[in-house]
T-cell receptor, first 111, second 114 residues
């Protein structure tokens, strides 16, 4: 099983729709979870952290299911400017304590 | 802007050459991580530096090495460049003592090996 796995995408979604991204992680000891956004040929930018109780920031909602080792990101009322690649990020406790990125899911919002 | 800077922005090298990439961390951040991002892939963790020592490494060969300086800035060195080393190299900084894994990225260096 890959350390962090995301929906392969791309997602082509009409403007105004709701879109959901899913991510699974393999290390049950992981404690920190994030969603990053990456625009074409740019660096990843922190979108939001994911907390155990779930958290919301405007149109964005992140949820964590520790039992299933699953993270989700929901975008409501999608805008053209939401078009980007969304990266799931998890810390990997252990000897190296790495921060692991998923491959990313590309989102295209269609006018 | 995150305050993390990288240089150069673009670089073209020939197979077998050596390259040094540089990163200045955000003010107050003591930990720097380096990532390699190939086209269409997520960033792959190369290594992390804290207190001028490597304290975490991904699955990269020894020809990938690094340094961290007292001001927390960092270098990534790659020897004996191969064509597959062509990628976007990203550095990210964070404050390890803040107890968070939130990290902030520089704009990256795009390396092309011919």
């Amino acid at each position: 099983r890959k350390e962090v796995e995301q929906d392969p995408g791309p997602f082509n979604v009409p403007e105004g729709a709701t879109v959901a991204f899913n991510c699974t992680y393999s290390n049950s000891a992981s404690q920190s979870f994030f969603w990053y956004r990456q625009d074409c040929r740019k660096e990843p930018k922190l979108l939001m952290s994911v907390y155990s109780s779930g958290n919301e920031d405007g149109r964005f909602t992140a949820q964590l299911n520790r039992a299933s080792q699953y993270i989700s990101l929901l975008i409501r009322d999608s805008k053209l400017s939401d078009s980007a690649t969304y990266l799931c990020v998890v810390n990997n406790p252990g000897r190296d304590d790495k921060i692991i990125f998923g491959k990313g899911t590309r989102l295209h919002i269609l006018p | 802007e995150t305050g993390v800077t990288q240089s150069p922005t673009h670089l073209i090298k020939t197979r077998g050459q050596q390259v040094t990439l540089r990163c200045s961390s955000q003010s107050g951040h003591n930990t720097v991580s380096w990532y390699q991002q190939a086209l269409g892939q997520g960033p792959q963790f190369i290594f992390q530096y804290y207190r001028e020592e490597e304290n975490g490494r991904g699955n990269f060969p020894p020809r990938f090495s690094g340094l961290q300086f007292p001001n927390y800035s960092s270098e990534l060195n790659v020897n004996a460049l191969e064509l597959d080393d062509s990628a976007l190299y990203l550095c990210a900084s964070r404050d390890i003592q803040a107890g968070t894994y939130e990290q902030y990225f520089g704009p990256g260096t795009r390396l092309t090996v011919t």
